[in-house]
């Protein structure tokens, strides 16, 4: 799911990632991977292994019974404002 396969490692040496990490954690600095933003977001950018897995957990748009909850809420806010 990460580009380390795609990026040479001449490449990756010269951008001071260490061997086997193709990027540094935006969020905590840490080696880590560029890969796709794990929420619904299209958004590209490097996590190490334990942010991906907490903005995994913790994306709200992501659990369906959120979207769920929200187009209710939607659907509420605009009959309410067309009465």
């Given at each position: 799911m990460c580009y380390c396969d795609s990026l040479s490692t001449e490449w990756k040496t010269q951008q001071g990632y260490p061997e086997g990490f193709?990027?540094?954690?935006?969020?905590?600095?840490k080696p880590g991977h560029t890969q796709h933003f794990p929420g619904p977001v299209p958004y590209t950018g490097a996590w190490c292994d334990r942010c991906v897995k907490i903005v995994a957990y913790t994306w709200v748009f992501k659990n369906p019974v959120v979207l769920m909850v929200l187009a209710v809420l939607g659907v509420i806010i605009v009959t309410r404002l067309l009465k």
């Open positions: 193709c990027g540094i954690c935006e969020r905590c600095g």
